[in-house]
């Protein structure tokens, strides 16, 4: 959550009554944690619970592949561009996150809600804008777009297709790390970003699509509601829950003398989870240094690594669009050679997200359908001759 914004009319205080042109306004709380944690009230023209459920719900389940030529302990590699048009393709989950692609073709032909979860996106590939009941948000490729759960929203793309995006649902949510903050709630000038670097929505009176229908999502069940009115008909709001996009190019990256871990590279936090970005910067710089990182048993953590730009110093046969995930509590680390290369290197133009995951996650069929076979043979292997 960042600051508190205010668009369009609001009342003075909480709870008083807004009327325009004689007509009374209903306001809705969209809440976190209960009463207790962040919120955004917005005024709406009509009452925004009158919504009705239209056939029967779809249920989705989450289904581990059945079968792989690669176990539960291997590294693996996905080529996420071998998949085929699809708003949400999940490839691995836990019960804390799902991963997937976000592949459409089109524009959103209704409005959408994850009643179930925070749900972060980082784009690859398209841009446009998520029109939502609180704004338009404008979004480019290499931004990171976050999106509060309970939001009315739709994507509207203005380039053609394929759009390819990395997608990340958290039912615990997604935060910007406390320690990023002073006890003010602003972003303290040390942390890796400030707050000039958020894109937030640009406010928009009603705007009358024509669409009514929306599809409301949580966990794996789906189902399609109508309205008789326009949804998009808020008038005015204020608060800290909000979409915004972050591009990922606008993270400072931190340099030391000598290779820092991850968690300094974090970028944004979930429930089970911490979301790093990798992004062009000098490598270390103590004349001994090994800028490549060192092979580690991350005990608890399974690595993800979503792969976007550039050359990553430590692996190859990965590229622009490849997943890796390295599971945790036991040796991993660079490709053979990749470390002794890496020594003299004074700069990485490598641009990725990484995940640390909690719990170990569960391939689906759609992911072993896109796996590089060859992916864990390639770490044997010895010095260099
Ligand atoms: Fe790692």
């Known amino acids: 959550m960042l600051e508190r914004l205010v668009f369009g009319d609001v009342p003075a205080k909480h709870h008083l009554a807004l009327r325009a042109g004689g007509r009374l306004r209903y306001e809705e709380c969209l809440t976190r ?3 207790d944690g962040p919120y955004t009230i917005a005024y709406h023209e009509f009452r925004p619970q009158a919504l009705r459920a239209v056939g029967v719900p779809l249920v989705e389940p989450l289904e581990a592949a ?9 590294r693996r590699h996905f080529r996420t561009l071998e998949l085929g048009p699809a708003r949400r393709a999940p490839l691995l989950f836990n019960a804390q996150m799902v991963l997937g692609c976000f592949r459409p073709s089109e524009s959103d032909a209704a409005y959408r809600i994850n009643a179930g ?3 972060l996106l980082f784009v690859l590939d398209g841009g446009g804008t998520v029109r939502s009941l609180l704004g338009d948000l404008a979004f480019s490729a290499g931004d990171y777009v976050y999106l509060p759960k309970g939001l009315l929203y739709r994507f509207v793309f203005d380039t053609p297709g394929p759009h390819h995006a990395l997608f990340m649902e958290f039912p615990g ?5 406390g320690r990023f903050r002073n006890p003010a709630g602003q972003l303290k000038m040390d942390a890796p970003y400030c707050h000039r670097d958020f894109k937030r ?7 009358d699509e024509g669409l ?17 009115h326009n949804p998009l008909d808020v008038v005015g709001w204020d608060g800290c829950v909000y979409p915004w996009a972050f591009p990922i190019l606008s993270f400072q990256p931190r340099v030391s003398s000598v290779h820092l871990p991850p968690t300094w590279h974090g970028t944004f936090e979930a429930a ?6 990798f992004v062009p910067r000098p490598l270390d710089f103590h004349p001994e240094a090994v800028p490549c990182p060192y092979a580690h048993t991350s005990a608890d953590v399974d690595e993800i690594l979503f792969y976007a ?4 110093s430590s692996r190859r046969g990965v590229g622009r669009g490849s997943l890796t995930v390295h599971p945790g509590g036991f040796a991993h680390g660079p490709h053979p050679g990749r470390y002794e290369a890496s020594i003299g290197a004074t700069r990485t133009d490598e641009l990725a997200v990484m995940l640390d995951c909690n719990a170990p996650l569960r391939p689906t069929a759609l992911a072993v359908g896109i796996e590089d076979p060859a992916y864990e043979a390639s770490f044997a292997g010895g010095m260099l001759p």
């Open 272 to 277: 089970g989870a911490l979301i790093c970005s």
């Open 309 to 312: 730009d550039g050359d990553f």
């Open 33 to 35: 944690k209960g009463f």
């Open 117 to 119: 979860a925070d749900e």
């Open 173 to 177: 949510g997604v935060n910007i790390p």
């Open 212 to 228: 009514r229908d929306v599809w409301i999502k949580r966990g794996i069940e789906r189902q399609r509601f109508a309205y008789d």
């Open 66 to 74: 059945t079968s792989s030529a690669s176990g539960e302990l291997a």
């Open 201 to 207: 929505t640009e406010f928009r009176p009603p705007l």
